[in-house]
Every structure is written in structure tokens, then in C-alpha cells.
């Protein structure tokens, strides 16, 4: 009976710790949203993300899906596929990197709660999601898809 007191309570914990997470992260994305700041940060990193094969329509669902999480980002993923901005192979390589690197904030700030050492997982999963996607995104262009 104390394990399952223990367990629940431990449960209980730690989805107050996330809802705190969350709750803030949410309202910052609204106003994120409401005055444009997505847009100017989708300006600021091009340069880069256009290394890895990025096209400049493809930085705000991928800037969307690092900061606010996959579901976010797919859900403007989709929409800009839907509008066609986003052709050819741009929305399999957005897709790649939010998989391997997607809610940076959200996600390291729980690790954080629970006793990780937040630069070690920013630091692993960005270079992790830039290796692969280039690599992935090299081998498509040798291959001859656009």
C-alpha cells in the first residue's frame, strides 16, 4: 500500500511540475504569435538553417516545432505544405529534425526538473538533429531529389 501511495504521489508531483512548464510556455507562444516574433527569429536563423538544405519557407514551421514542440510545428508544417510553400523534400527534412529535436525549451526544462545538466541535452540534441539532417539532406540531393 506505501508503494502505491508513493508512486501516486510521486505521479502527482511530477505532473504539477509540468503543468507549471507547460501553462507559461503556452501564453508565451500566444503572444510569440500575436506579435510576429516566430517571423523575425525565421529571419534571423536562415543563414544558418540554410547550410542544411533549408529553404527559407521551410525555417518558420521548423523554428515553431524547436521552440514550441512537434505537435505545434506539424500543425504548421501541414499548413504551409497545404498553402505550397513548402515543395520538394523541405517538408521531409523539417519533419526529420523536429523528430530528433523538437520542444528544446519545454523538454529541457522537465529534464532539468528531474536533475539533468540542461547545456549536455540542448547541446545532444542539436548536434544531433544538425549531423543527421544534413547528412540526410546531402544523400537527397546525390540521389537527384530537389
Not at 4 to 28: C, E, H, N, R, S
Request: charged share 15%.
Amino acid at each position: 500500500m506505501e508503494f502505491i501511495l508513493q508512486t501516486a504521489f510521486g505521479l502527482l508531483k511530477l505532473m504539477a511540475l509540468i503543468f507549471i512548464i507547460i501553462v507559461p510556455l503556452i501564453i508565451i507562444l500566444e503572444l510569440f504569435r500575436s506579435y510576429g516574433v516566430l517571423e523575425k527569429l525565421t529571419k534571423l536563423i536562415s543563414p544558418l538553417t540554410s547550410r542544411l538544405g533549408f529553404e527559407k519557407d521551410s525555417v518558420f514551421p521548423l523554428l515553431a516545432g524547436i521552440v514550441f514542440g512537434i505537435s505545434y510545428g506539424g500543425g504548421v508544417l501541414v499548413g504551409e505544405a497545404k498553402k505550397g510553400r513548402i515543395v520538394g523534400n523541405q517538408a521531409f527534412l523539417v519533419a526529420l529534425f523536429l523528430a530528433l529535436c523538437h520542444a528544446i525549451f519545454e523538454d529541457t526544462l522537465i529534464f532539468i526538473a528531474q536533475g539533468a545538466i540542461w547545456w549536455i541535452v540542448v547541446l545532444t540534441r542539436v548536434a544531433t538533429a544538425f549531423m543527421i539532417t544534413a547528412l540526410v539532406a546531402i544523400w537527397l540531393k546525390k540521389q537527384g531529389h530537389p
